[in-house]
């Protein structure tokens, strides 16, 4: 599914390091969305182009600090230990000196946010130093990175970086991915084809990331490795009767439905299920509904109890449903807080407490929307 980003990777490496012109490369995508797995295939691929430079992948995580940056690239250049404005000033001699081109990759780049973000303005304005013989390859998750830092180097004539950014994975993607990695498998087949079409469906509706996807596969093969171990240790019964229900050793849709809900909407629906199967109180749904539309409307990270308050009995009208005064409202919050899935931030007034949400937006809107009332109530939004 990234034909097309990895032949932009390659030609970008192809045109700079084997046309020996410094030049930046910005990665931009949320997480599972293949940056690393795709830079990292075209490195490999590219293994002969590449020969005659020097290769540096640096993963920034592993960095103490921001300024941290210098210092590591500076070793991988064998240069002395030097830091501060020193290690930058010997830097920047080295990459304008005679050379091979230096084709340096910093992975996971947010790390290297800085108060006046100054370090990455002065790794990106590298490649534009006069006979600068760097390019470099930048991998992050946020999409305005250079926006917010790099705006300065838009005004030099040569222009910021090249920026490419990888879409969250559609439902198709990841069925195709899931697939490819299941065919590496000998044997009969792991995973059902409906339970992968569903994980896959679900996955791309909430986040479009293939490492998710891959972990709730992998999740789902070892729970049913575990139903297999605890069910062959039943011995046959005395008697000779046979032994326990034969064992399943496909992962079935059940399977995945059961890690899907574990990995985005269990504490929804923890404590256990009621008799018809969910235990999440309609006007705890309610709530949590009025919520995420008000959040969203007020483009906000919390609301007041009142405003949360006002807006829930605006939907429970609408739905000529009973609602519930503010009171009740505020031990409504409290029950929900309790379930990991609010956060309360208490005032001298209840009205005037802070309510806001405790798990991903995408992960409580996935599991409300299962409810035929509650997905309408999303969809209709706010009057
Ligand atoms: N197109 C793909 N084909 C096969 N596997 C993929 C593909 N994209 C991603 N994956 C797999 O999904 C997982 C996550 O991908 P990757 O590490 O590249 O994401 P990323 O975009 O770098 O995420 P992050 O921002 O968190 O670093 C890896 O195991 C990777 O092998
Ligand atoms: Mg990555």
């Known amino acids: 599914g990234r034909e097309k980003e990895t032949g932009i990777i390659r030609q970008f490496l192809r045109d700079h390091v084997g046309g020996r012109r410094p030049g930046s490369l910005y990665i931009s995508g949320a997480p599972g969305t293949g940056k690393t ?3 990292s295939r075209v490195l490999l691929d590219c293994k002969d182009e590449l020969a005659g430079s020097k290769t540096i992948v640096l993963n920034c995580m592993a960095l103490r600090s921001p300024q941290g940056v210098f210092p590591a690239v500076g070793q991988q250049l064998g240069l ?3 830091t501060g404005r020193e290690g930058v000033r010997r830097l920047e001699k080295q990459l304008t000196a005679r050379g091979p081109i230096v084709l340096l990759v910093l992975d996971e780049l947010d790390q290297l946010e800085s108060k006046g973000q100054d370090v990455l303005y002065t790794l990106f304005e590298w490649p534009l130093l006069p006979g600068s013989r760097l390019v470099l390859v930048g991998l992050a998750n946020a999409l305005d990175l250079t926006d917010r830092s790099l705006a300065r180097l838009g005004a030099h004539p040569a222009g910021g970086p090249r920026l490419l950014h990888f879409p969250p994975y559609t439902r198709e993607q990841l069925s195709a991915i899931l697939q490819e990695r299941l065919g590496q498998v000998a044997g009969d087949t792991v995973l059902d084809a409906a339970a992968l079409q569903f994980c896959a469906r679900k996955v791309s509706a909430v986040s ?3 490492r998710k996807a891959l972990d709730v596969c992998r999740r789902a093969v070892e729970v049913v490795e575990l139903e297999v171990r605890s069910q062959t240790l039943l011995k046959p019964l005395p008697g000779g009767d046979s032994p326990a229900s034969p064992v399943p050793k496909r992962v079935g849709l059940p399977h995945v439905s ?3 809900s574990e990995v985005f909407g269990d504490r929804l ?3 256990g299920r009621g008799p018809r199967g ?3 109180p309609l006007q705890q749904k309610v709530l949590l509904c009025s919520l995420l539309l008000l959040l969203r409307r007020l483009r906000a990270r919390e609301v007041t109890l009142g405003k949360l308050h006002d807006a829930y009995s605006q939907v429970c009208r609408r739905r000529q449903l009973p609602a519930v005064d503010q009171a009740e409202c505020l031990s409504l919050v409290t029950l929900l807080e309790s379930r990991g899935v609010l956060e309360l931030k208490k005032a001298k007034e209840a009205r ?5 949400l405790k798990l991903e937006e995408a992960a409580v809107e996935h599991a409300l929307q299962d409810a035929v009332l509650v997905g309408s109530i ?3 939004g706010l009057c």
């Open 80 to 82: 002395p230990a030097a």
């Open 269 to 271: 629906v923890a404590g």
């Open 352 to 356: 005037l407490a802070k309510v806001s």
């Open 208 to 210: 479009g990331d293939a």
């Open 258 to 260: 059961r890690v899907l």
């Open 378 to 380: 999303l969809t209709q």
């Open 278 to 280: 969910d235990t999440f």
């Open 37 to 39: 797995a795709c830079l």
